[in-house]
């Protein structure tokens, strides 16, 4: 057999994981351009309460988020996950019963505290050759803009239809069907292995906290997720105010989501391509201030809504895609996992940030100001995207050494003059090579061929 073959463990894992990734983001997403309108019938309700309700999930996502990577490692990823599902659904039936929004507040809190991303990377790891993996996680990482945009177009219908406690019930239901998947379907991993490439380790985090580049990308992330939840606290009162029910609001996501995901791709190929990410990076942003100028200077023009809101989009998942590679590409060797990990955090320290503060501006001020934050948000993101240096090219590679290979010292000096190669870090313990490579000069056979000569 091919070495290159999946496997049918692993493809259970990966069709497993991707499912329950696909549901739990389905789950999260679906609320998130509704909550602003329909959640103003709850008890108490409030702009800035709506603006907590949304930001919450992200504030417990980014404590959890690296606590959960390093406990993954320790006892194993797959019990991280159930806890983190369990504590997911058990926060959906506390939203899904009340007739508060401090029940929605509790409710969604509980739901951002099963930050189980790290672990179930982790797991996939454990359940994937190292041949297979990259193939594994582009799976997963495609399935992560398909149900963005599935959860824009259903959360308004399913809302309007069924109301706002449905959406959560669904949601909870949803959880309950991803852990039978991880119980029934995801194979038990028969060791767990500590990769750098996936994992968070915690001897790492000042390496990362210390690189400008990766601060200057983990900035730009939060940015990026502060302007997303602030849109999804003015958009919807702002569609409604220019005229379109909010039983209509999921043609407007509907297309500008396929008109968005048409865009994206040649963009993504052409940075790649032709490495031109940096130029695309900075034009991303430019492109996020100009949408959010556009929402506050016509914003009660459908037509214009519909124009910014679809600007907006176009960069958004330009950046959603092209960020994880750019941290991919500037991490150290061996600490690809500690970098993503902050990364995380970063990102959810922005859903946290965008919707406390815009509810807080929109009940001060109307949206009219949480679109002009944005601007002023964007510009200053600007000035800093453009002092980014252009990314090294490279690919980040883990490959599994034997013992005796692991203890061969002249091993680092032989890979770092292999044509191609940028960065190694070997760790004998774990008896691992962590490379940094430009793959146009080389492939992983001839780097696994030169370790195992």
Known sequence: M???TVTQLELRAIWGLGTVFALRMIGMFMVLPVLATYGMTFNDATEALIGIAIGIYGLTQAVFQIPYGLLSDRFGPKPLIICGLSFFAFGSMIAAATNSIWGIIIGRALQGSGAISAALM???????????????????GVSFGITFAIAMVLGPILTNRLGLHALFWITTVLAFFCIMIILSIVPSADTH????ELSTVSSGISNVLSNLQLLKLNLGIMCLHILLMSNFIALPLTIEKAGLASSEHWKIYLITML??????????IYAEKYRRIKQVFVGCVAILFCSEIL??????????????????????????????SLISKESPAGYRGTAMGVYSTSQFIGVAIGGILSGWLCALQGVELVFIVDAGLAAFWFLISRTIIEPPYVSSLRITLSALSAKDLSLENRLTAHPGVKEVFIVPEECSA????????TSRNQLENLVNS
């Not at 008109?259 to 993504?268: E, T, W, Y």
């Not at 998942?317 to 092209?322: D, K, L, P, R």
């Open 193 to 196: 292995v500590l990769n750098r």
């Open 122 to 140: 982790a797991l996939l790891s454990d359940l994937t050759r190292e041949q297979n993996r990259t193939q594994a996680m582009a799976l997963i």
């Open 2 to 4: 091919n070495d290159n």
């Open 434 to 441: 962590y490379i940094k490579v430009d793959m146009k000069q």
């Open 295 to 324: 929402l506050w200077w016509l914003g009660t023009y459908l037509w214009a809504i519909i124009f910014g809101v679809q600007l907006f989009f176009i960069a958004f998942n330009i950046m959603e895609a092209i960020l994880p």
């Open 259 to 268: 008109i968005s995901f048409s865009v994206v791709l040649p963009c993504i």
